[in-house]
């Protein structure tokens, strides 16, 4: 074979593995959007959910937090059962974990059954976020790796517009037990994608359990787990009582509520992608906007929301901001931490769905106690602690600042 031949040769190669690795940010892209939406599926799905379970509304409710929750604790733990499976193996595995809780959710007779399907969601759920996360740097050229995180993350934020509701239409038009299968089947699809389309993924160094806890003597990590926390806690503790807030404020009636929820949803999908370039420069100066923004949105809310066009443009901003937390924290929790990602990333999702159950609790008791315009206060002073925290804690080496 002559010098041209395999020039030709070699650089047909690397098209192909570059075709190959994009499809694969594609097929975790999907797995997000698959996870979340398993995650979030009772949202809307409460009311027939509990008549078919025999149990309240709020028993009901906690099957998102109990998802959540075992999501928060199974990320660190299933990065290190998985030891050194291939990350391919290791995503498909727990691709099958989702489909077999969602069928499980599917069939349940009673809320025993029910609980026991919505633990193997948030283990799935807990360790495909916490893997898929840093794959995509591994699976792209570096100067794409910003895009392509976007990419995996922008999952999350599709799956907050059209999931959730996509979920509720089917329930309504065949009933609840069908949104779940549903879904179970697109974790079987997920799972095809997967096994074809990603490349083998041999594990990295295996990480202990005691060096995932040992990297929280990282500063750098400290400081971007503090965030994370004080976002997402003070954005959950704001946005699950924004129904009410803008019924309150604005008097919308339910058809214009959806519509600014949409808008919210929409503006957030399209804040995933700006934010995940900003951060790949800057994750501070990107946190820093960003808690900012959310800081005045949510306070300003009550306050200006009286009209329709305001409450549409604080809630256009409130999801263009909050739409980049996830994938510019990632970016962050990396960057402070390239030689253990999976590790770092576990960390990471755990404060995550801790923070969205935490979010959940204080709004709920600040809501029935003081009522429910104080919860935008609360969550306003939760963002302008992570605006405090982002400028003062310390960044990751190696980024401008």
Known sequence: MTQAEESVRTAGARERSGVRGRLGVVALA?????????????????????????????????????????????????????????????????????????????????????????????????????????????????????????????????????????????????????????????????????????????????????????????????????????????????????RPVLEDVSGAGEGLIGTLLLVYGAAGVAGNFLAGAGAARSPRRTLLVIAAALTLTVALLPALGGSLLAAGTLMAVWGLTYGGVSVSTQTWILAASPEAREGASSLFVGAFNGAIALGALLGGLVADGIGTTAVMWLGAALAAGAAVTTATGRAPAGTRR
Not at 38 to 66: F, K, Q, R, W, Y
Not at 143 to 164: K, P, Q
């Open 30 to 242: 999907v797995g997000t959007f698959t996870v979340v939406t398993s995650e979030m599926l009772p949202v809307g799905l409460l009311t027939p959910m509990s008549g078919s379970l025999g149990v309240s509304e709020g028993t009901a409710g906690l099957t998102l937090t109990i998802t959540g929750l075992v999501a928060a604790v199974s990320a660190p733990l299933v990065i290190r059962a998985g030891g050194r499976l291939d990350r391919r193996v290791a995503l498909c595995v727990l691709a099958a974990v989702l489909m077999i809780g969602n069928l499980g959710a599917a069939w349940a007779p009673g809320f025993g059954v029910m609980v026991v399907a919505r633990v193997l969601v948030g283990i799935a759920m807990g360790g495909f976020w916490a893997i898929a996360a840093g794959l995509a740097v591994r699976l792209v050229p570096e100067r794409s790796v910003a895009a392509a995180t976007s990419l995996v993350f922008s999952g999350i934020a599709v799956a907050s517009v059209l999931g959730v509701p996509a979920g509720a239409y089917a329930g309504a038009l065949a009933g609840w037990r069908t949104a779940f299968i549903a879904a179970a089947a697109l974790a079987l699809l997920v799972l095809v994608a997967l096994a074809v389309l990603l490349p083998p993924l041999p594990a990295e160094r295996p990480t202990p359990l005691g060096d995932v806890l040992r990297l929280l003597g990282n500063a750098r990590i400290r400081t971007g787990l503090a965030v994370v926390v004080l976002l997402v806690t003070g954005h959950f503790a704001a946005y699950t009582y924004v």
